[in-house]
Structure formats: structure tokens, C-alpha cells
């Protein structure tokens, strides 16, 4: 059973307070999320993102099978980084980092790094060469295509 690491660089045209303003918020999720993961957040809030704030939300990630993910913040630093950690959910392990790095006043470099392991075992690490890799791949690059449609150019989604 192995574990994998998926890292993924976008620069945004905006300053870092527009930026943090628009990812600090979990119900912002849903905007970058693509429609065939079917993703309703199921704990609302209006608030900021805090270390210990619980997530919870029902997604399809694979197979078009529904299943509810909870996430933990782990760990914020304001306008630089913060991390969300599976608690309970489709992985045996998901841990996802994203950074924030300002380049100048109104550009800004935002990476995410996850280290996963898939559930089942070898089975998992098959599923995984096979079309996990290949759908988080997918979700990024809708992601990618909805930031820069917020900061950047239009681009078609």
C-alpha cells in the first residue's frame, strides 16, 4: 500500500487578501468543485476557516458513489498557508496543504499539496494508477479554469 503525493502551482492576479478572502471560506468549495462530484457542503457556516473547524460534506468521488467526508483544519496561518485533514472519508489517508505565496502587490502563487493513501490496500493502489490519479488531475484543472476565470482572463469551462 502506498501513499502519493499530488502537487499542483496556480498563479492568480489579485492581491493576497482578495485571494485568502475567497479560499478561507469552506462554502466556497462548492464554486470550485466540478458538478460530477455532485459536493454539498453539510456543515454551513458564514465564518472564516479557523484551526479545529470540522467540514463535513457529501461528495461522489469515485463511481459516482455518494459518501460523506469530514475534514479538519489543521492548521492556518493567515494569508500564507492552511491545511485540511480527512477525519473520516473515502481515503484511508488525506492530507491537503494549500500555500500562498505573494509575488508582487497584485499576484500571488497558490499551491496545493496532497499526500493520500487510497483506500483497500494494493487494490488501492491500483484504483489508483487507473483513475484516481487521473480525477484529481480532472478536478484541478476545473479549479485552475474557475480561479482564473475569478482573477485571471475568462477562460471556458
Do not use: C
Not at 475534514?71 to 496543504?97: A, L
Amino acid at each position: 500500500m502506498g501513499h502519493y503525493i499530488f502537487k499542483r502551482v496556480q498563479t492568480l492576479n489579485s492581491d493576497i487578501e482578495t485571494i485568502w478572502s475567497f479560499v478561507s471560506k469552506p462554502e466556497n468549495l462548492e464554486k470550485i468543485t466540478p458538478d460530477n462530484m455532485h459536493f454539498s457542503i453539510l456543515s454551513k457556516s458564514n465564518l472564516e476557516m479557523e484551526e479545529g473547524m470540522l467540514i463535513a460534506y457529501k461528495i461522489s468521488p469515485f463511481l459516482d458513489i455518494k459518501t460523506t467526508w469530514i475534514t479538519m483544519i489543521t492548521n492556518v496561518k493567515k494569508n500564507e498557508k492552511f491545511i485540511d485533514q480527512q477525519v473520516m472519508g473515502p481515503y484511508k489517508f488525506w492530507h491537503h496543504e494549500h500555500k500562498f505565496q505573494v509575488i508582487s502587490s497584485n499576484k500571488v502563487k497558490m499551491t496545493d499539496i496532497i499526500t493520500y493513501i487510497p483506500p483497500f490496500g494494493f487494490l488501492g493502489d491500483i484504483a489508483n494508477e487507473l483513475f484516481l490519479k487521473k480525477k484529481l488531475n480532472n478536478i484541478f484543472d476545473y479549479r485552475n479554469i474557475i480561479l482564473n476565470n475569478m482573477f485571471n482572463t475568462k477562460v471556458n469551462v
